[in-house]
């Protein structure tokens, strides 16, 4: 089993739905929590970083973590076709320590 | 914000030859560097963890002697792949952390390898 799960999709929605992204983790030391976004041959660019449970917007996105089921989640509200890229949730357990990535969600935003 | 430039974006190689890729820091010090690999349509898998002026730490099943991962400065980390084989095609991303950056980590672009 993978420490962290992620359901690689593809999700293809049209221009203006949200979008709910999820991972689930098994190692309970994981405390710090990421989302990112990929573009295709492009570095990660981070979007979300939450430490605590409960939730983080930031704009259009919002992150929610739940400790307690070790389930964390990405919303995008109004999505937008520039949103489409692949979306990365990872972790770590010290902060600075070495991330666990899921195997990322292929999101697809079309006119 | 922080920067990490990752050089060069993409590279052929013949097989048997060696190649390096640079991740520079170009505003910050990164105390720690991470160095990735990911296939098509997969996520990044840890190669290595490298502090600066000590040797990588290597992630099981990955060859110390093939990824060579040099951090002799605070702001500049290396990654020679020698001797590269068809099967090391891959993209390659670094990432450091500083600790004056609360979020920890920055990417670099990537480094897109083929080796032929």
């Known amino acids: 089993q993978k420490e962290v799960e992620q359901d690689p999709g593809p999700l293809s929605v049209p221009e203006g739905a949200i979008v709910s992204l999820n991972c689930t983790y098994s190692n309970s030391a994981f405390q710090y929590f990421m989302w990112y976004r990929q573009y295709s041959r492009k570095g990660p660019e981070l979007l979300m970083y939450?430490?605590?449970?409960g939730n983080k917007e930031d704009g259009r996105f919002t992150a929610q973590v739940d400790k307690s089921s070790k389930y964390i989640s990405l919303f995008i509200r109004d999505s937008q076709p520039s949103d489409s890229a692949t979306y990365l949730c990872a972790m770590s357990a010290p902060r600075g320590g070495k991330l666990t990535f899921g195997q990322g969600t292929i999101l697809t935003v079309h006119p | 914000g922080a920067v990490v430039s990752q050089h060069p974006s993409w590279v052929i190689c013949k097989s048997g030859t060696s190649v390096k890729i640079e991740c520079r820091s170009l505003d910050f010090q990164a105390t720690t560097m991470f160095w990735y690999r990911q296939f098509p349509k997969q996520s990044l898998m840890l190669m290595a963890t490298s502090n600066e002026g000590s040797k990588a730490t290597y992630e099981q099943g990955v060859e110390k002697d093939k990824f060579l991962i040099n951090h002799a400065s605070l702001t500049l980390s290396t990654l020679t792949v020698t001797s590269a084989h068809p099967e090391d095609s891959s993209f390659y991303i670094c990432?450091?952390?500083?600790?004056?950056?609360?979020?920890?980590?920055?990417f670099g672009s990537g480094t897109r390898l083929t080796v032929v």
């Open positions: 939450t430490y605590s449970s």
């Open positions: 990432s450091a952390v500083t600790v004056e950056n609360i979020y920890g980590y920055t």
